[in-house]
């Protein structure tokens, strides 16, 4: 039986599959922390992974944005074999790792031409790449959108129903988008529905991602709660989402912002890549925790030794 993600150790999460890590989260009564890093730049110390850091700071989840399946860079991970990266990453943390895939059509990330958010083939969203995630030992994939890239729900929901048969026994399937990604008409209430919800759980999803309230212009806690329920009544899970650069916002806010994803009924909290760009400002991922949990399994989940 799964403990709550609260109190588990490293050495008991590496053997902890799919329905053990979804139990285990569901245990623990809306208390878990999810934290994007950016492994393709430069880490904030330099010679230390942003994740490390980011799991450092409380984080119970690390979630790798713009990471290649095929091409995987996390910059201050020591030299391993390619399949090896996020066991490595695995091991020097000791805590669960997903990684964002981005349903794209092959002409809709034209905006990001030339820069650093491009697309390239590894961070597509095809049964393909979700089965070298899976073997490389990825324990969540969330479909969603980076700014620009023209990523719809409906697009999300078709990836679903392919990965689903691909991968959907063995890793944890994430669905949402935490800004418009670049479809103007899935702006504000429209980023996601009831309806986009019901979609994304029929083909697959075991949890859903929704824009933290106060994130998006037009997302209201009493919004985001009816869209938790909504997903809680189909049997998933929820992560409420700061993915709009607010996770380098001052204190005060990061935990207003905690504090209504708290009221939504959400299970996992998540904090965005960019308070500096690579993840958030260390002090916000800190504060979100002890806003959502106290100090007590804060200072225990930044304390205990990945050697446990």
Known sequence: MAKRMLDVTASELKNYKKKDLLESIVKSEGRVMAAECIGLVMPILSDVTNAEFAAAMGADIVLLNMFDVKKPVIQALPDVETMDTVRELKHLTGRMIGINLEPVEVAGDLENQGTMWQMSEGRRATVENAMIARDMGVDMILLTGNPGNGVSNKAITDSLKAL???????????????????????????????????????????????PAPGTVPGITMEYVKKLVSCAHSMGALTITSIGTSQEGADLQTIRQIALMCKMTGTDIHHIGDTGYPGMALPENIQAYSVAIRGVRHTYHRMAASVNR
Not at 191 to 210: N, P, R, V, Y
């Open 164 to 210: 689903r048969e691909a991968v959907g026994e063995d890793v944890i399937l994430a669905a949402g988008k935490m800004h418009a990604s670049g479809i103007i008409t899935e702006a504000a209430e429209n980023i996601i529905t009831e309806k986009d919800i019901k979609s994304f759980i029929q083909a697959g999803a075991d949890i859903i991602l929704l």
